[in-house]
């Protein structure tokens, strides 16, 4: 298990809104819109490259 804060993107999947959300600091919040729960779409703990 991993100790240290991690961003993530969740998102919507009713209607795709997206968000940054840190783990475990915070928690998969719902959706301000559809009050769905959002799912995570991405771990962002690496650079990327273009």
């Known amino acids: 298990m991993r100790d240290k ?3 993530v993107e969740a998102v ?4 795709g809104q ?4 840190y783990l475990p600091k915070e928690e998969i919040p ?4 559809c009050n769905v729960q ?5 771990l962002l703990d690496e650079g990327k490259s273009y």
């Open 5 to 7: 804060i991690e961003a």
């Open 12 to 15: 919507c999947p009713k209607c």
């Open 18 to 21: 997206t968000l940054l959300v």
């Open 30 to 33: 719902k959706c301000s819109k």
């Open 38 to 42: 959002m799912v995570i779409k991405e």
